[in-house]
């Protein structure tokens, strides 16, 4: 019989404004909003839970913000302040386990079904984690989600955000996934949402009665997808030293937009994002890919192969621009925009420690 893993997601909360307030402290219960200016094109990169009251939301149009916020304090980003917090948060995890899965600066997957520790519980090793970030980072919080796979330590971290801690054992898993909003599903967003609310799926419970094929009718491959996690099932290890074949990132928008110029600050904020990882571990490439997933779910990916390697902001920026502009983006609604730098001369592994895949048996303890 296969032994069940304990794998932890943890969430920094408001990751970029937590930091801003951390180090003026000001600023402490303000509408804090950090990204482009409000005259500029650029977008909120994250804001704190202040300006979420007023609608704000990351990837939103800093223009667009302002409206909902006049009020709000707009700052520009400091992108080595929160890495070298990141890193520091990142050295708690490898005190506990080997096998730590970084999915960006604020959030990472942990597997400490061996904890380094020999903690037996996973939720007693949540804890421990979370108090220990909020000591060492001077006050930063963490949510954390518990479970036996990666799907539901996903889910379970967002459920009690901020400062939160979820644990979903695996007794408890069916009548969770039955009675989970739809939109709290990871991989749902706000569109995909209204989607499946418009065809009556409104709870787990519901989009497990639908069968495979009428999801991948409905939504192409990604239906096989949601079939799987309607019923819990994610077989996906945490992997601590993947092999770097790209660097990217995209945003899902919490509606279409149709606008063009909504559109490419976003691309803008992307490339410098995508540039600053890519200096974080000294690559360079020479393929930029964009990524435009439409309103109707069709996804199409462009490229262009530069003759040089490059990890420029703006060089970036200007080829992904150009790969838009020759989409139907700006005809057809827009629900995703991706960039991705690849084709790097030496692919490199990400530089964490490693460790051996043991599976003992599962416990999450008596905390429950």
Request: proline share 5%; aromatic share 8%.
């Amino acid at each position: 019989m296969e032994k069940m893993r304990k794998i932890i997601h943890v969430d920094m909360d408001a990751f970029y404004a937590s930091v801003e307030i951390r180090d003026n402290p000001s600023l402490r219960g303000k509408p804090v909003i950090v990204g482009g200016m409000p005259n500029t094109r650029g977008v909120v990169c994250t804001c704190s839970y202040a300006a979420r009251k007023f609608g704000v939301r990351s990837a939103m149009p800093a223009s667009r913000a302002y409206q909902l916020c006049p009020q709000g304090i707009f700052l520009h980003p400091r992108f080595e302040v929160y890495r070298e917090v990141s890193l520091l948060i990142r050295r708690i995890f490898f005190d506990y386990t080997d096998l730590v899965e970084p999915l960006s600066l604020d959030e990472a997957y942990l597997d400490v079904t061996d904890n380094k520790r020999g903690i037996p519980y996973a939720t007693r090793t949540a804890r421990e984690i979370k108090a220990r970030i909020f000591r060492e980072t001077g006050g930063l919080t963490a949510s954390a989600g518990v479970s036996f796979n990666k799907f539901f330590a996903k889910v379970a971290s967002d459920l009690r955000k901020p400062d939160g801690l979820t644990v979903i054992p695996p007794d408890q898993a069916e009548e969770f996934l039955e009675t989970l909003p739809i939109g709290k599903f990871y991989g749902v967003g706000k569109v995909t949402e209204k989607h499946f609310l418009k065809m009556g799926i409104k709870t787990g419970g519901d989009l497990k009665r639908l069968s495979k094929l009428d999801l991948m009718r409905e939504f192409g491959k990604t239906g096989e997808f949601y079939y799987e996690i309607a019923r819990g099932i994610d077989t996906r290890a945490v992997e601590p030293n993947r092999e770097r074949k790209s660097l990217g990132t995209e945003v899902t928008f919490q509606s279409d937009i149709s606008d063009l110029t909504e559109m490419i600050p976003v691309i803008q904020q992307q490339s410098q994002e995508v540039s600053d990882d890519l200096r974080r571990h000294g690559l360079a490439g020479r393929t930029v890919t964009l990524k435009v997933k439409f309103f109707d779910f069709k996804s199409i990916t462009r490229s262009r192969t530069l003759e040089r390697c490059t990890d420029s902001a703006e060089v970036i920026a200007s080829v992904a621009r150009e790969l838009l502009l020759a989409t139907e983006a700006g005809k057809t609604a827009v629900r995703l925009l991706g960039v991705t730098v690849s084709n790097f001369p030496e692919p490199e592994k990400i530089e964490t420690p490693t460790g051996i895949w043991l599976q003992p048996e599962f416990d999450f303890g008596e905390e429950l």
